[in-house]
């Protein structure tokens, strides 16, 4: 073959993917993942503080990615970076002194971004202040405040329920003060600079599939693709929700135009369908590649249109930014019962689904690395596939698969035809038009003609 | 504010249209219309002659509609303005001298436009020259003949067959004589001079749905928007179907450039479901608003694409002509027995089926008039709305009803979505979209980018 | 009329193909395309050699074909003609002398295009040279080997079933030599150079269905069509599959842009649905028209999206070629049992569904011939069609058929819209519609716009 130490012929002969593809054992893979959200699950995080840093100090120890502070008070497009806040301890105690809400005990019970107070109140006063959710009587909702200098406490029903006439002593003792606001990013790069981002947000305080599943998912991906050939690099940022991906974006505007594909991960290790909510763009590549792989599955799943509300693609495809990104989900937000509650916790999520999540993006990966255009180089009609040992001997029959597969790509490999616009024009797998345009290249029947940009070529 | 006094500020404080439609009272609006129906009915139109006159005389009691008066012989595009047609009295009397066919006790009994004829004839004779209807054996036939001079009577089959073998007195007391083609035209100066164009046949005559209730309520909608500010200016047309609607095109020629949108009004009162007819275009402004808001209601409805026959949408939606002007019905031509029959009575329209197609059409003028295109002036990312009061403080729960539309509108403001875009892609109402426009360009986070033409801004 | 001797008036006056149409007898029509495929059915075709001329020649006594022969070697395209294959006795005898398996009673039972063979063999060594269909096991499979020189037999499973251990003499008296491939060509000048392709496969030996049923009603069409005036050229093709096709190709390149439209023929004689399969642009006028009269017959019928595999739609529709090609068929190849077997014999196809599929053909042509622009020469508003006689006097009824196709025509012919546009629109067929438009134009209502080429027009 002459294509040998062409770019080309680079393409065609890498295999580590597909390797990593058919060797991939969801065991130990979703107990990996797991394992981290394990790890991660104590943490109080919130948009700034030490929670961020230590939960970004664990992934390290997957993925080498590196931490970037930004000063509060930086201003970024609409928006300034707040002040950082961290908690040490909060609690409500009664009369006889015990803690009938403890912090200690669930980082939920306080609300999120609280500041400091230290005051003795009746239960009328304190009710105000108190968050429950009724009609889920054991269940401590999450709840936050952000951007107005508040306090509160968030418990069960039951937990209220108890509480007497008393009088309380209510303690945060937590700091809102000038500090950062940190993130994580990791970059793989590929063979060109082309990039596919790929984001989750790790604000949550105790709250496995939002998003512990996101932020665990990621960082054991990109452990995976960190030793493989690729085609485009990627960039993985673990950024806080909503202000993370805005500061994230005005600090690296200059460089959006590189992001050719997006994919925001969240919710990811329920045992649910999967859901892929798709971007701004409605039919970008990555929309129609993560629908293509869904599809093949076999198994029900479910898309979603665009909507300007749920997680950082709320930024990503804001309409000056409008990058080509969707929403990687297994349930989405507010669609299961334990969302934004105490019950989004260590029994809720499972290895087996991260694991399940983890091979799909796998293959969604897979297909955006392989989707190249070829020029069929015989095109005035079909070539004689016969003499090349490609065809069967004896005719009469009906054609084979792999036939069938070149016959598809020999035909739409026009110049406008991509091979996944093949694959839907066929209602084939992708992997079996890839593996045919492969094959034929091989044969100097195809011709990749797809842009290859790249100061990683030799 | 910094915006009072511009124009944009004019548009974003009018307040009249969405009151009158909040504070509309269906009861007495049903019976204005009625009471207009119940004063023409009477009246024997045609498409020329002194019933069209007296009838438009009586509408300025409504609403001060300008007569117009064209001259028979007139060339109106392929078309000439025929000899003007009126009628004082016909019968059909017996042997015994009796009127077995009156044309007092219903003007349908004439062939309408029949030429004056004054015989004696058998039973034999006569048949050629009568209209029945042998299905529907009560009823009246409503018959014409306007471009062949012929006559003739209309009955019902029950009185053709209660005539026996008799000579017949015929007498038609008609003149069709050079004269004029009559119809009336009211024009709302809006806020600019593009215009909407609001047509209704007049030709018919003692027929209430179809058309006394078309002609009804465009004179009661324009007697309710003559006292409303508005975008657009309002021309309503009161003419003769076919001849009327191709006269008032020839010499209005130069100056339909200004017509943006337009409806035909037919069939108004009876209690049948909502039809609306788009224009040629399929799927003009005008369209998808009709379309938007009959969704809305949650009522059934029905949809039809153009066709080239049916009413005056036909010329004003000729090739060479092409407006986008759809037809706003309920029940449609020949889709109720009673159409074009004497039953087509003061019992078969209603007030309160008049007062709903009236509340309709001002629903759908209110979507024309706030139809504009903003520009989301902080389009990377998401403006805080939080800091201008315009999110919920504590968060962690799903997005409110204003948040996802405020969202929405920010989100799709790019100068290529005007609101009712907005509204059909986040199946919102289109006036939950509107509102929250408004309040972010109160804000300042969104600016008016639709082009405001007009002499009357000061 | 002021048209006489135009070429727009030699397309209104045009009567023959409606004659034709409207005085089809389908008894004859199907007797005279079985008896084509009965005096064809003995043959042993392949690729090339004898079996190809004596049809062709057997072709001439219905419609005057011309004979190509193109030499063995000459490159066409990807390919080479190959070798002439000729056969003149094939066997296989038992030790008994006895013939088990006798190419004198079904050629199918030869490999086609076998190598010569003339050995003694044990059963065993016999069976990899054998082929059958288990789960059909009284029928004798039709098999090939075009470019691989092997040889082989081809007997039903219950005559493999009796063989018994023995010696048997194996002997094909077969050549493959330098030679011809031979295919035939009939061209029909019409008003204009733009031309029709007619295309049918005319290598398979003893089959009816697949597809001495095309090559059939190809030489009854091309009778048919011989004596009528029309609008484009027809070019009727018979030629061996793939390699007939790909060779006429290669030597017609320079000519194939007058093509215009195509049919491949196939598989019209037995009992089942039609099948359309669209030719690769999936919306061209033979793809629309084809739909059309399919769809205005009122029986169910099955559309194809373009594939790459099938007839010579594959060679017709390569990327290089792209000819708007599109495939008729009653069942399709591989959707009934006896495909490529000794049961596609002369009981599988009917002359009435070889008359059937006849005359629909016939209607496409007619749509085709038919499908012109017109341009309404009275634009704005209707044209006054009373007082043309184009329209019933008394008015106040339903619109009339004529009328309303009338209508549509006058509203859709602004130079945009063909007639099949204007009948897919309406949802009238195709002939209203034209019987409309002629009836305009011959009032000086409509004018002919498509642009009329040719160089016979005096």
Redesign the interface.
């Known amino acids: 073959m002459t294509l040998t130490n062409s770019p080309a012929a680079t393409i065609l002969n890498r295999q580590q993917l597909k390797d990593l593809l058919s060797g991939f054992n969801p065991d130990p893979k979703g107990r990996e993942a797991y394992a981290i959200i394990e790890a991660l699950y104590p943490i109080c995080r919130s948009i700034t503080g030490e929670g961020v840093r230590q939960t970004l100090r664990l992934l390290q120890q997957t993925i080498p990615l590196i931490v970037h502070e930004v000063p509060s008070g930086k201003e970024?497009?609409?928006?300034v970076v707040p002040k950082e806040w961290n908690i040490r301890d909060a609690y409500i105690k009664d009369s006889a002194g015990e803690r009938v809400v403890d912090f200690r005990k669930n980082n939920l019970h306080v609300?999120?971004y609280s500041v400091p107070v230290h005051r003795t109140m009746s239960l009328a006063e304190l009710t105000p202040y108190l968050?429950t959710l009724p009609e889920l009587p054991d269940w401590i909702?999450?709840?936050?405040?952000?951007?107005?200098e508040?306090w509160?406490f968030c418990l069960s029903q039951r937990q209220l329920d108890q509480m007497k006439n008393d009088e309380y002593e209510v303690w945060i003792d937590s700091t809102l003060q000038p500090g950062y606001l940190t993130y994580g990013e990791y970059r793989i790069q590929g063979l060109t600079d082309e990039e596919v981002l790929i984001s989750s947000h790790l604000c949550h305080p105790s709250l496995c599939n939002d998003n512990l599943s996101g932020v665990a998912t990621a960082a054991v991906l990109a452990s995976l693709l960190d030793d493989v050939d690729l085609r485009y690099s990627y960039r993985f940022v673990w950024a806080p929700g909503?202000i993370g991906?805005?500061t994230w974006?005005?600090l690296n505007?200059s460089r959006l135009s590189r992001i050719k594909h997006g994919l925001v991960l969240s919710c990811l290790g329920d045992p649910g369908l999967f859901t892929y909510k798709r971007s701004?763009h409605g039919n970008a590549e990555i929309d129609r590649v993560a629908e293509h792989v869904l599809r093949s599955t076999g198994h029900d799943f479910e898309l979603m249109d665009f909507?300007?509300?749920g997680y950082d693609e709320?930024?990503y495809?804001?309409?000056?930014?409008n990058l080509p990104v969707g929403c990687f989900m297994r349930t989405p937000n507010?669609k299961y019962p334990q969302y934004?509650t105490s019950a989004d916790d260590l029994t809720f999520v499972r290895g087996p689904a991260l694991a399940d999540s983890l091979f799909h993006l796998l293959r969604i990966i897979e297909v955006l690395e392989g989707n190249y255009r070829y020029l069929?180089l015989?095109?005035?009609?079909?070539?004689?596939l016969?003499?090349r040992g490609l065809y069967r001997?004896?005719?009469?029959?009906?054609?084979t698969g792999v036939?069938?597969a070149m016959?598809?790509v020999?035909?739409?490999?026009?110049g406008q035809h991509s091979l996944l616009d093949i694959a839907e024009h066929?209602r084939l797998e992708f992997s079996e038009i890839n593996d045919a345009a492969k094959l034929l290249a091989r044969n100097n029947l195809l011709q990749l003609i797809d842009p290859i940009r790249s100061s990683h070529l030799g």
Chains 1, 2, 3 share one sequence.
């Open positions: 970024v497009f609409d928006w609300l999120n968050y909702p999450y709840r936050t405040s952000y951007f107005k508040i509160g909503t991906a805005i974006l005005a505007e701004r909507t300007p509300y709320r930024q495809c804001s309409p000056g930014i507010g934004h069929n015989n095109s005035k009609c079909e070539p004689q016969g003499r001997q004896v005719g009469g029959t009906n054609n036939e069938e016959l598809w020999l035909n739409y490999s026009d066929s």
